[in-house]
């Protein structure tokens, strides 16, 4: 049958054919392969259907060319249409390995159950699944939690059981390795705020508060925020990757039978990674968006160096400074939880492990958001 | 069809880096050929696999199919010899995003005109002719390791390909499922005349499928026997080639 490329092949046809008053005999000449048109079956169908009185058909191959499974899935239409008008079939014409391969194919039954049909749900059904489905992503997520919360107290008593070398490349991924992507973001948002400020300022001829709104906005919130962001994005989506992939590979599972909590393993390390880093990420961008600031004010509205410094340490006291700290440290929990998160709950298949990475941003992203506006409103509420 | 060259392998090295894993390897896999490649753990059958489908380059060396040395062949060229090859990876491979029959149908929408019944009606065929019928809907990781290799090679047979082949078929198998698919393999063989080249260990399939092999060694680096795997058994005079085909039970002639 494997006749070279070259050769091209006669064009598939079939020619029935009655040479016995119940007998239809098909004709099958030419190459009968998937990469060519086939002909037909309504023809066959029509005339076996039509046609009360015919009690067999028979095949006729002496002029068959190449065949492959186009031949097979044809002569099984022709079939099915015979067995549900009652006719018998005579494979005796076909080639023998056409009868082996439909003898193969018939041979393992289909399982019962596993076909699985198209299943519609009522509306009130399907409003239930998604409420049970919420519940359960709402208690996966306390679960979550929980067993974070365990393994931290672990730690505090020496007993977490990931590996130091772990925790120093994770802290060099998610710190050092970060520096350039902090240092231009961050750099860009000082000299925005510092332009957008300028312009307002300049119709007061108050331009030298430049300084002012770029200390306090950059230290109190906006440096965390901006870390935090470009830390979901980077750092969370490597974690939720990283441990969706160790998911897929069935790595957890071989953890949780060797008796380690992956929780403890590989989620505590990353979350201290990410509580010691995100600050100190955060000071440094507090410190790159002033630079930012100072550029706009010295360059745009010609405040003297020394003049913008000496007001943004007036202007700059150590709560803000705090607040701006404790800003990051939760965002660093909230972004290492995201990641962490979505990654143990990926399924198993290379798109699931794509999910969890797109679901660990947006949940990150997310929850600084919401915090943010919380920590903002409790800090009105103190008085800070 | 015995005697014609479906692949033809001249004077190829094997190499990673500096590392020269088989020199001087010449061979020629005869259409119709269940071809065992055999060999210790380590000694590059994989490699020789992934050079024989062009995923990997050899360092030096030919590998022919027909007139076309498939690694002098332009880009055009080699994609389509390779269209004419199934390969059944050794953990099936399957995209793990797609059902069953997405997976089977893929190579079937690209390379050919069928319609979507036409192409279902392929796709039912092929799952029914490894066992699989009614899984159509199934993804990858609702099913067993060795279901999984049957779809992967449900997958590998979908363009009806002229030669077949198969990285460690029975790795991972059963018993009786590895007998089946030896079964299964002879076949394909028999009823499409497929070319069928096979990188096993397992000394069960080695005697019950294959009609021609290679033994690669890894102390001498090179083909050190070749033919039929049940006369190598029987009377090679070679000793590594005679353990190992005897499971190192020196003497006996025994399965």
């Given at each position: 049958m494997n006749v070279s490329m070259d050769t091209t092949p006669a064009p598939p046809r079939l020619l029935a054919t009655r040479p016995a008053a119940d007998t239809l005999l098909l004709e099958l000449s030419g190459s009968w392969r998937l990469t060519e048109p086939l002909p037909e079956t309504d023809e066959v169908k029509g005339s076996i259907e039509s046609s009360k009185n015919i009690g067999q058909i028979a095949f006729d191959t002496t002029r068959l060319g190449d065949?492959?499974?186009?031949l097979i899935i044809y002569l099984m239409r022709i079939f099915d249409a015979c067995s549900k008008a009652g006719i018998q079939v005579d494979r005796k014409g076909l080639p023998e390995g056409v009868r082996r391969l439909m003898t193969l194919?018939?041979?393992?039954?289909?399982?019962?159950?596993?076909?699985?049909?198209?299943?519609?749900e009522a509306f009130l059904s399907s409003l239930g699944g998604r409420a049970v489905d919420a519940s359960r992503a709402a208690k996966d997520i306390i679960d979550f939690l929980g067993e974070s919360f365990v393994a931290f107290g672990g730690l505090l008593k020496g007993k977490a059981t990931f590996r130091r070398a772990d925790l120093l490349l994770l802290i060099e991924e998610c710190g050092l390795q970060a520096l350039p992507i902090v240092s231009l973001i961050s750099l860009l948002v000082g000299l925005i705020l510092a332009f957008v400020g300028a312009i307002q300022l300049k119709l007061f001829g108050a331009q030298v508060y430049v300084a002012d709104i770029v200390a306090i906005a950059m230290v109190?919130?906006?440096?965390?925020?901006?870390?935090g962001i470009i830390m979901a994005g980077r750092t969370g989506a490597a974690f939720a990757a990283q441990i969706g992939t160790m998911q897929v590979n069935e790595e957890i599972d071989a953890l949780k039978t060797m008796g380690i909590s992956p929780v403890d393993f590989l989620v505590l390390p990353r979350m201290i990674a990410l509580i010691i880093m995100m600050p100190l990420l955060c000071i440094y961008a507090d410190l790159m968006g002033i630079i930012g600031g100072l550029i706009v004010g010295v360059g745009m509205l010609n405040i003297n160096p020394i003049e913008y410094l000496n007001?943004?340490?007036?202007?700059?006291?150590?709560?803000?400074?705090?607040?701006?700290?404790?800003?990051?440290?939760?965002?660093?929990?909230?972004?290492?939880?995201?990641?962490?998160?979505r990654g143990m709950q990926c399924g198993r298949s290379a798109s699931d492990v794509g999910y969890a990475a797109t679901s660990a941003v947006v949940t990150g992203i997310v929850s600084i958001i919401i915090a943010t506006a919380i920590i903002t409103f409790m800090c009105e509420v103190l008085g800070l | 069809m015995g005697g014609i060259a479906a692949i033809l392998v001249e004077d190829l090295d094997m190499a990673y880096g500096d590392f020269v894993l088989m020199r001087d390897l010449n061979f020629t896999v005869n259409r119709g050929d269940v071809f065992i490649i055999m060999g210790g753990s380590g000694c590059g059958k994989s490699t020789l696999l992934k050079i024989l489908v062009g995923l990997k380059s050899p360092a030096r060396g030919r590998v022919f199919f027909g007139d076309i040395d498939l690694w002098a062949a332009d880009p055009k060229t080699r994609e389509a010899i390779q269209r004419r090859f199934g390969i059944l990876y050794q953990s099936g491979a399957l995209w793990s995003s797609m059902t069953l029959a997405e997976n089977i149908a893929l190579p079937l929408q690209q390379y050919t005109k069928l319609t979507p019944g036409q192409v279902r009606e392929v796709v039912a065929l092929k799952l029914a002719l490894v066992g699989l019928a009614g899984f159509e809907d199934f993804?990858?990781?609702?099913?067993?390791?060795?279901?999984?290799?049957?779809?992967g090679l449900a997958r590998a047979m979908a363009l009806d390909p002229d030669i077949l082949f198969f990285d460690e078929p029975s790795a991972g198998l059963d018993p009786v499922s590895s007998r089946l698919l030896d079964d299964l393999i002879l076949e394909l063989r028999e009823s499409l005349k497929t070319t069928i080249v096979v990188v096993t260990h397992e000394l069960a399939s080695i005697f019950a499928i294959g009609n021609n092999s290679i033994y690669l060694d890894v102390e001498e680096k090179t083909i050190t026997a070749s033919g039929d795997p049940r006369k190598l058994r029987d009377d090679s005079p070679n000793s590594n080639v005679h353990k190992f085909l005897?499971?190192?039970e020196e003497g006996s002639h025994n399965e």
């Amino acid at each position: 049958m494997n006749v070279s490329m070259d050769t091209t092949p006669a064009p598939p046809r079939l020619l029935a054919t009655r040479p016995a008053a119940d007998t239809l005999l098909l004709e099958l000449s030419g190459s009968w392969r998937l990469t060519e048109p086939l002909p037909e079956t309504d023809e066959v169908k029509g005339s076996i259907e039509s046609s009360k009185n015919i009690g067999q058909i028979a095949f006729d191959t002496t002029r068959l060319g190449d065949w492959d499974s186009g031949l097979i899935i044809y002569l099984m239409r022709i079939f099915d249409a015979c067995s549900k008008a009652g006719i018998q079939v005579d494979r005796k014409g076909l080639p023998e390995g056409v009868r082996r391969l439909m003898t193969l194919a018939a041979e393992v039954p289909e399982r019962k159950g596993a076909k699985r049909g198209i299943q519609k749900e009522a509306f009130l059904s399907s409003l239930g699944g998604r409420a049970v489905d919420a519940s359960r992503a709402a208690k996966d997520i306390i679960d979550f939690l929980g067993e974070s919360f365990v393994a931290f107290g672990g730690l505090l008593k020496g007993k977490a059981t990931f590996r130091r070398a772990d925790l120093l490349l994770l802290i060099e991924e998610c710190g050092l390795q970060a520096l350039p992507i902090v240092s231009l973001i961050s750099l860009l948002v000082g000299l925005i705020l510092a332009f957008v400020g300028a312009i307002q300022l300049k119709l007061f001829g108050a331009q030298v508060y430049v300084a002012d709104i770029v200390a306090i906005a950059m230290v109190r919130v906006m440096g965390a925020i901006m870390t935090g962001i470009i830390m979901a994005g980077r750092t969370g989506a490597a974690f939720a990757a990283q441990i969706g992939t160790m998911q897929v590979n069935e790595e957890i599972d071989a953890l949780k039978t060797m008796g380690i909590s992956p929780v403890d393993f590989l989620v505590l390390p990353r979350m201290i990674a990410l509580i010691i880093m995100m600050p100190l990420l955060c000071i440094y961008a507090d410190l790159m968006g002033i630079i930012g600031g100072l550029i706009v004010g010295v360059g745009m509205l010609n405040i003297n160096p020394i003049e913008y410094l000496n007001r943004t340490q007036e202007t700059l006291t150590l709560t803000t400074f705090w607040i701006g700290l404790f800003h990051s440290a939760v965002f660093g929990v909230l972004v290492a939880m995201a990641g962490c998160l979505r990654g143990m709950q990926c399924g198993r298949s290379a798109s699931d492990v794509g999910y969890a990475a797109t679901s660990a941003v947006v949940t990150g992203i997310v929850s600084i958001i919401i915090a943010t506006a919380i920590i903002t409103f409790m800090c009105e509420v103190l008085g800070l | 069809m015995g005697g014609i060259a479906a692949i033809l392998v001249e004077d190829l090295d094997m190499a990673y880096g500096d590392f020269v894993l088989m020199r001087d390897l010449n061979f020629t896999v005869n259409r119709g050929d269940v071809f065992i490649i055999m060999g210790g753990s380590g000694c590059g059958k994989s490699t020789l696999l992934k050079i024989l489908v062009g995923l990997k380059s050899p360092a030096r060396g030919r590998v022919f199919f027909g007139d076309i040395d498939l690694w002098a062949a332009d880009p055009k060229t080699r994609e389509a010899i390779q269209r004419r090859f199934g390969i059944l990876y050794q953990s099936g491979a399957l995209w793990s995003s797609m059902t069953l029959a997405e997976n089977i149908a893929l190579p079937l929408q690209q390379y050919t005109k069928l319609t979507p019944g036409q192409v279902r009606e392929v796709v039912a065929l092929k799952l029914a002719l490894v066992g699989l019928a009614g899984f159509e809907d199934f993804y990858p990781s609702e099913i067993s390791g060795g279901m999984k290799k049957r779809a992967g090679l449900a997958r590998a047979m979908a363009l009806d390909p002229d030669i077949l082949f198969f990285d460690e078929p029975s790795a991972g198998l059963d018993p009786v499922s590895s007998r089946l698919l030896d079964d299964l393999i002879l076949e394909l063989r028999e009823s499409l005349k497929t070319t069928i080249v096979v990188v096993t260990h397992e000394l069960a399939s080695i005697f019950a499928i294959g009609n021609n092999s290679i033994y690669l060694d890894v102390e001498e680096k090179t083909i050190t026997a070749s033919g039929d795997p049940r006369k190598l058994r029987d009377d090679s005079p070679n000793s590594n080639v005679h353990k190992f085909l005897t499971r190192g039970e020196e003497g006996s002639h025994n399965e």
